[in-house]
């Protein structure tokens, strides 16, 4: 069962609502260069499509700023209404100065305090920053990373604790930091004039224990929206393992409300596998539901067999596919379960458990696959067109059933 939901403000961001009582968002970021317009918009729609409910980009260049209300008029005028947010680090002010179009196109501007000022006790670049996101009514998330901490807070606690009597290790110093860099730039922004409910925080690290302190400590020491990612998680198996063991230890305590997977991609690998694996994290803790579920069992010695593993595989890549089109008419289709099991050891209680389930013959067993709906048993197939039938039979609980 979820935790109770940690109470946060909610801040509209374009037309996506994140914090209070709104869904947990899932959002994710571009890799290519922003200059170039329709590689950006392309690979913002791709995103799009893959569930991705709010994009940022790189804002590091003219040309990159430039290119920006191109890039938003591209996408809006394919349908597509994804709020896209400015990544911005050392030369934000200045970008956002000289190219007004940008500011206005952005839907939000992220802030790195350790960046924006870099090496500095004024803050003015950050001051310049929040006043023009004031200007354009645009709300900011202000995030803090530990790779590019603030170097004057830094030193200042690094310094304080090696005067105490008592000194902690230098980790823990710098999340104390990080914390404070956050807090204290929010601070900064509302006497400024930010509305509280136009700022979103997060502080980042790449440790999973220290993300868990970092974000335990930062909950309650305010109610902003908090944006939650194992920043720098990885690649592969590290890097999804990672991310979804400090996610869910946070999420499950009722903190957070927008996520992104940082997953390392590999060369020429789609950049939506982090939406994907954000999506799993949220609906396998019951949070939210995108896609249809499918059970399968790991297979044994029982079932030497590979067809279940091609069923399996093929029957929720069907799923993921079908959903685009069942969401429009059929959005509750998110929450059906769908068991595909290998012999009958599990195979018909798994089966009995789900919307609908095929338990497959295992070594030995008699070739047939009885099929269950609603944990009843319907009907049984064999032969070389169970995938299809069955497929055929997912497709009609959906149109009956929701």
């Keep these: 069962m979820e935790a109770k939901r940690r109470q946060s403000r909610e801040v509209k961001i374009g037309s996506v609502m994140v914090g209070g009582n709104s869904p947990i968002v899932v959002q994710s970021m571009t890799n290519t260069d922003t200059a170039d317009a329709n590689a950006t918009a392309e690979q913002i729609i791709e995103l799009a499509k893959a569930g991705s409910e709010i994009v940022r980009i790189t804002v590091n260049t003219e040309e990159a700023a430039k290119a920006v209300p191109k890039i938003i008029q591209a996408i809006r005028a ?70 590019s901490l603030d170097k004057v807070m830094a030193a200042r606690f690094m310094d304080e604790n090696s005067k105490s009597s008592k000194p902690l290790p230098s980790e823990l110093v710098l999340e104390k930091a990080l914390i404070t860099s956050a807090l204290e730039s929010a601070e900064q922004a509302v006497k400024l004039g930010m509305p509280k409910d136009k700022i979103i925080l997060s502080a980042k690290i790449s440790q999973i224990q220290g993300l868990v302190r970092v974000y335990r400590e930062l909950a309650s020491k305010c109610d902003y929206a908090l944006h939650l990612g194992l920043t720098e998680a990885g690649m592969g198996t590290k890097g999804v393992v990672a991310s979804s063991a400090a996610l869910a230890i946070l999420l499950q305590e009722g903190i957070g409300d927008t996520i992104r997977v940082s997953l390392t991609p590999k060369p020429g690998a789609s950049r939506t596998e982090e939406v994907v694996v ?35 595989d093929e029957i929720q890549n069907y799923l993921r596919e079908s959903m685009p089109r069942w969401r429009e008419a059929k959005p509750r289709a998110a929450e059906m379960k769908v068991a595909v099991m290998g012999c009958i050891v599990n195979g018909p209680g798994e089966s009995k458990h789900a ?22 048993l319907v009907t049984t197939l064999q032969g070389q067109k169970i995938i299809p039938e069955f497929i055929k039979i997912v497709e009609e609980y959906v149109q009956t059933n929701y």
């Design 78 to 147: 394919k349908g597509y209404h994804t709020p896209i947010v400015g990544d911005f680090h050392y030369n934000g002010h200045l970008l956002l100065t000289k190219y007004p179009d940008c500011a206005a196109a952005l839907d939000k501007y992220r802030i790195n305090p350790g960046n924006s000022d870099i090496g500095k006790e004024e803050k003015n670049n950050f001051a310049a920053i929040i006043n023009i996101a004031l200007k354009n009514n645009k709300p900011v998330r202000i995030g803090a990373n530990w790779g």
């Design 278 to 312: 954000a999506q799993q994290i949220l609906q396998s803790l019951e949070i939210r539901n995108f896609t249809p579920q499918v059970t399968s069992c790991p297979g044994c010695g029982r079932t030497t067999s590979t067809f279940f593993q091609t069923m399996a």
């Design 355 to 376: 919307n609908l389930g095929i338990s497959l013959p295992g070594t030995a067993e008699d070739p047939k696959a009885p099929v269950y709906v609603d944990g009843k």
